[in-house]
Nanobody, 125 residues
Framework: QVRLVESGGGLVQAGGSLRLTCAASGRDVSTYSTGWFRQAPGGEREFVAGITWSGSGSNRHYADSVQGRFTISRDNVQNTVTLQMTSLKPEDTAIYYC????????????????WGQGTQVTVSS
């Protein structure tokens, strides 16, 4: 069982930055790849960014909509995964979730086994 807890959401003006953190605990947590997803009101949950587990090279992948603005990283000592978000836009407003998977470079929410409770990000225009 893996427990994921997100933090760092909040309200920011367009063009600003936020840093989200996902703290993981549980058995074999370091062997999972981690992804960030988001869900806006009335919308589907969509992939934002992912990072594979350290044993496979910590490879990163991003949705086209955030490429060049968001950066995902992991700290294998602290068991945390961070999503640094810059140049935020109103359309980035959503609840952001982190999730864990054994599937390499997964972007489908169905491939993720464990989920956090989410953190709200609101970007004002």
């Amino acid at each position: 069982q893996v427990r994921l807890v997100e933090s760092g959401g909040g309200l920011v003006q367009a063009g600003g930055s936020l840093r989200l953190t996902c703290a993981a605990s549980g058995r074999d947590v370091s062997t999972y790849s981690t992804g960030w997803f988001r869900q806006a009101p009335g919308g589907e949950r969509e992939f934002v960014a992912g990072i594979t587990w350290s044993g496979s090279g910590s490879n990163r992948h991003y949705a086209d909509s955030v490429q060049g603005r968001f950066t995902i990283s992991r700290d294998n000592v602290q068991n945390t995964v961070t999503l640094q978000m810059t140049s935020l836009k109103p359309e980035d407003t959503a609840i952001y979730y982190c999730a864990a998977t054994y599937t390499y470079l997964a972007t489908n929410p169905g491939a993720y086994r464990f989920w956090g409770q989410g953190t709200q990000v609101t970007v004002s225009s």
